[in-house]
């Protein structure tokens, strides 16, 4: 059961967290909750330890404290900021933190250059046709969270709660 957990809900909430950011370009807090309350009771079920908890928290104080800056700095949005802190907790101070932020990282760079050039083609693609979000296209900014979906897809298999999850299917 709590195998099951880790496996769907965090890559569900991260997919959600996509389409979302996507089509609207906002990132709901309820995700942000959910990341963070879920992960407070399925840590101690998969068996980790209070000091390893902890590690996780401060992962997340960590991000959330760089998150803050740029989003005081206006670099990032409040929903981006949220999203990554809430997402770093399942990683904690491991490696696979590092691995996480530099896949969204990548993955925000190619996003931010695709979103740039649909945006140089806007008149064609509404031309032709192509169905793409309107917001995407008329917005300022860049949803993000498309790109912290997808590095955390990629890392979340390394990361200390999937480690456990194949631990006690094993």
């Not at 890559?11 to 990132?27: G, K, N």
Request: proline letters at 5%; a positive charge; charged letters at 5%.
């Amino acid at each position: 059961m709590v195998a099951a957990a880790i496996f769907v809900i965090f890559p569900f909430c991260l997919a959600f967290t996509a389409f979302s950011d996507l089509v609207t370009m906002t990132i709901p807090n309820r995700i942000s909750a959910i990341l963070l309350g879920a992960f407070v009771i399925v840590a101690p079920l998969a068996g980790f330890h209070v000091e390893q908890i902890g590690l996780h928290i401060a992962a997340a104080a960590l991000v959330f404290a760089i998150c803050f800056c740029l989003f005081a700095a206006n670099v990032m949005g409040g929903g981006d900021a949220k999203l990554l802190t809430a997402s770093a907790v399942w990683f904690g101070l491991t490696p696979s933190l590092a691995a996480f932020l530099l896949y969204v990282s990548v993955f925000g760079g190619l996003l931010t250059l695709a979103v740039l050039l649909l945006r140089r083609q806007e008149n064609a693609i509404l031309a032709i046709g192509i169905p793409v979000p309107r917001l995407l296209l008329m917005a300022k900014k860049i949803p993000y969270g498309v790109a912290v979906a997808f590095g955390g897809f990629a890392a979340y298999p390394s990361s200390p709660l999937m480690q456990a999850a194949f631990a006690q299917l094993s």
